[in-house]
């Protein structure tokens, strides 16, 4: 199975920060990885698919890079309503593993 | 709109079984290959299962092959996931999920329900 290891896995912040969340994978998996933010007793939320791309109706201060075995989740200026968990996953190869997490939280 | 809706979580003993089921809306089930993920209680998305839209081809995490099972009933647009032997560290909350397509490129999970709890205690 694919493994994915997300750093940090807890961050705080304060609203307007920069923040940037790192995916790596344990085998190369192209750019087939999604990112998902989640909020305390609601299911995740997709943000970005194919290491890059925005979801629909997803603020542009969300952007995605990488390829390969390193990817990264970048969130320009933090924002009230982003305090929340967020996730990788990948989806070259089943099982479509998910990385461990990264909390975002106020500081 | 792209509904999904489970059902069947509750209390179960150690050893013992349940089955979860997932009424789907908005699209057309028979077409979509279907997941299930789940959550422990203040833990990580871990992926569970998947079944093709025909029910042929079939996925299964490590941690529970050989004691899930996953099924569907297309005429009913419904998706199961039937637990056996059931132990504590299977307790979480069981999200049922549709991916956007098939391939590499599109299968991330743009929809998913509400999820149902399972706890599994004496």
């Known amino acids: 199975d694919i493994q994915l290891t997300q750093s940090p896995s807890f961050l705080s912040a304060s609203v307007g920060d920069r923040v940037t969340i790192t995916c790596r994978a344990s085998?190369?998996?192209?750019?087939?990885v999604a990112w998902y933010q989640q909020k305390p007793g609601k299911a995740p939320k997709i943000l970005i698919y194919?290491?890059?791309t925005l979801q629909s109706g997803v603020p542009s201060r969300f952007s995605g890079s990488g390829s390969g075995t390193e990817f990264t989740l970048t969130i320009s200026s933090l924002q009230p309503e982003d305090f929340a968990t967020y996730y990788c996953?990948?989806?070259?190869?089943?099982?479509?593993?998910f990385g461990g997490g990264t909390k975002v939280e106020i500081k | 709109e792209v509904q999904l809706v489970e059902s069947g979580g509750g209390l179960v003993q150690p050893g013992g079984s349940l089955t979860l089921s997932c009424s789907a809306s908005?699209?057309?089930?028979?077409?979509?290959?279907m997941h299930w993920v789940r959550q422990a209680p203040e833990k990580g998305l871990e992926y569970v299962s998947v079944?093709?839209?025909?029910?042929?081809?079939?996925y299964y995490a490590d941690s529970v092959k050989g004691r899930f099972t996953i099924s569907r009933d297309n005429s009913k647009n419904t998706l199961y996931l039937h637990m056996s032997s059931l132990a504590a560290e299977d307790t979480g909350v069981y999200y049922c999920?549709?991916?956007?397509?098939?391939?590499?490129?599109?299968?991330?999970?743009?929809?998913w329900g509400q999820g149902t709890l399972v706890t599994v205690s004496s």
């Open positions: 999920v549709k991916a956007l397509g098939t391939t590499a490129a599109t299968r991330y999970y743009h929809c």
């Open positions: 908005g699209f057309t089930f028979s077409t979509y290959p």
């Open positions: 079944i093709s839209n025909n029910g042929e081809t079939i």
């Open positions: 085998q190369g998996i192209s750019n087939f």
């Open positions: 194919a290491a890059s």
């Open positions: 996953q990948q989806l070259n190869t089943y099982p479509l593993t």
